[in-house]
């Protein structure tokens, strides 16, 4: 079972966090690098740890130093990040309160095109059918919201594509598939919308009509229908290249569009398949 915040783990962990603001952050363990993949142990107090991976599509520069990753114990009560969490979140879970950080140091060269994968994979929660829990990123300081491409069991597995870096969280998500598919096609929408002058107006209108499709087939319940239009949608993004900038530079002189484009999409896929499968 899922270790939900009770009285007892909830003191005992606010003994162990000591303020309601999060603890120092702790540096990652065992970081090793290859190919396009990096991985790290990490560990923060009260014994909660997880392994990072993160893979990328085409990176150059990837090596142990060019990631400044860390990770910090929370306080689930803490009021500033729940704020950031919004009220999407019921909660985080008592058995895993960590909050992962990836800022890539600028000096190092570090850049990448297409989206990259991040996974937290940990032995302290249980994957569980229907589980509600989710990988949240929020820029740093800034809103979370739900990445989740993918979960699963070993002993819970979560995953989510980006096209940039920052902060990551497992929270418990409250609401139905259904209805984070229609926010996360909103968000979408917004996406896309936003960079129209990023991108010639062939490619925007192409682009806007698959999203209007999607939007379509999910106001009908055809959901089915709404998955074949946000991959073809992610498809398009993908095969129009250089079109739409697609590359991310740890020195922040260049914005992943098509990245962040493939990723919201990825997102929403997760949550439609969900809501097809009455999960």
């Known amino acids: 079972m899922l270790r939900y915040l009770s009285i007892v783990a909830l003191f005992s962990l606010m003994l162990a966090i000591g303020s309601p603001q999060q603890a120092a ?15 790290a142990d990490l560990q923060v107090p009260g014994g909660y740890s997880t392994k990072l991976t993160v893979t990328f599509e085409n990176v150059v520069g990837l090596s142990a130093d060019s990631l400044n990753v860390s990770a910090a114990a929370i306080n689930p009560l803490d009021i500033n990040l729940l704020a950031r969490l919004g009220n999407v979140v019921s909660g985080i879970p008592a058995g895993f309160p960590m909050l992962v950080s990836i800022e890539p140091d600028p000096s190092r060269g570090l850049s990448f095109s297409g989206v990259v994968n991040i996974e937290l994979y940990t032995h302290d929660l249980e994957f569980v059918a229907a589980s509600p829990l989710r990988l ?17 069991a070993g002993s819970y597995r979560s995953g989510g594509t980006k096209g940039n870096f920052s902060e990551f969280i497992i929270a418990v998500d409250s609401r139905t598939p259904l209805a984070a598919a229609g926010d996360k096609l909103q968000r979408l929408r917004s996406l896309l919308d936003g960079f129209s002058t990023h991108m010639d107006a062939d490619i925007y209108n192409q682009l806007s009509g698959l999203v209007s499709a999607a939007e379509s087939a999910y106001a009908s319940n055809s959901l089915v229908a709404s998955v074949t239009y946000v991959e073809a949608f992610a498809d398009a993004v993908e095969n129009h290249g250089n ?8 020195s922040h002189s260049l914005e992943n569009i098509a990245g962040r484009l493939r990723a919201s999409a990825g997102t929403l896929r997760f949550s439609l398949t969900l809501a097809i499968n009455n999960l």
């Open 136 to 152: 949240f990123s929020a820029p740093h300081g800034g809103a979370f919201e739900d990445i989740t491409v993918m979960h699963g």
């Open 25 to 39: 952050a702790a540096a990652p363990l065992n970081v090793s690098v290859q190919g396009n993949v990096l991985t």
């Open 243 to 250: 079109a739409i900038p697609n590359v991310w530079s740890a």
